[in-house]
């Protein structure tokens, strides 16, 4: 299987929408992969799994493929890889957005033990690791372990100028940590960076709508109603047009009606 060519394909099924055909096509894809014993395409296929069904709350089937993998790497002997680590990485991700955040957390040690092996302290695989940890101390409302650990992260993006998405999104994340702790004059400087960086993007992607609905809290906060509805309405625009009607669009509309029902 000549993977790089099955990638492009299905980046070309998300860069067009064509929303409907990424599930088929993943589905024949890995299929294929199994039948012509290419493990290490169907590791890569079952990642891209992962994130599908992550973005849609769909766990069942997201928990289907994170088994199946691990099953592989034990199988192929392949623990404490680089590439292992990429894939408990994205995992614990997955156990985080089910709120299995105990498993998740020890995926992110287990990822970061491996990654003190195999990586330079300033590889750029870091960044993700810490944005991700971030948001798990974010989700038990832990905001001061969640800020140091996204200001590693910009520490590390900030040394790869051409990331400027991965800067943007890490932007963006600490400025919704600083909000939640009423820190709104620092705040306000990193979604001012965070909105700098994705306008001279020539693609933007679904992280676009986080951004959006960052600004929506942040007017929010500030009583500012009607500028809060309108970013919020922007940002299921967004997310609406690169994953579909997913639980998180469902979870801004109902934020919009309370927000709508506050306006004058």
């Known amino acids: 299987m000549d993977i790089s060519k099955v990638l492009n394909e299905l980046d070309s099924l998300y860069r067009e929408h064509r929303l409907v055909e990424i599930e088929p096509f993943l589905k024949s894809k890995t299929d294929e992969a199994r039948r012509l014993k290419d493990y290490d395409s169907l590791i890569t296929l079952l990642n891209e799994a992962i994130g599908y069904y992550r973005d849609r709350f769909r766990f069942k089937e997201c928990n289907a493929c994170c088994t199946e993998l691990l099953q592989l790497f034990s199988d192929m002997g392949l623990k404490d890889s680089r590439a292992y680590a990429t894939t408990l990485l994205n995992i614990a991700t997955a156990y985080r957005a089910e709120n299995r955040l105990d498993e998740a957390m020890g995926l992110y040690e287990e990822v970061k033990r491996i990654y003190m092996l195999r990586l330079d302290p300033a590889d750029y695989l870091y960044a993700a690791l810490y944005n991700n940890i971030s948001l798990l101390y974010e989700q038990q409302g832990e905001y001061k372990k969640a800020a140091e650990n996204l200001e590693k992260a910009l520490d590390i993006v900030s040394a790869y100028p ?80 690169f994953t579909g009607r997913t639980d998180a669009y469902y979870q801004l509309e109902k934020k919009l009606r309370k927000i709508e029902s506050l306006s004058p």
């Not at 400025?175 to 620092?186: C, G, N, Q």
């Not at 809290?217 to 109603?225: A, I, L, P, Q, V």
């Open 162 to 241: 051409e990331e400027k998405a991965s800067l943007a999104t890490s932007h963006c994340n600490l400025a919704k940590v600083l909000l939640e702790t009423a820190r709104w004059e620092e705040a306000v400087i990193h979604l001012e960076k965070a909105l700098m960086l994705y306008s001279g993007l020539d693609r933007r992607d679904a992280h676009y709508s986080l951004l959006l609905s960052c600004l929506g809290d942040y007017f929010y906060r500030k009583k500012e109603y009607r500028a809060a509805a309108k970013a919020i309405k922007e940002a299921m625009a967004e997310l609406e047009y």
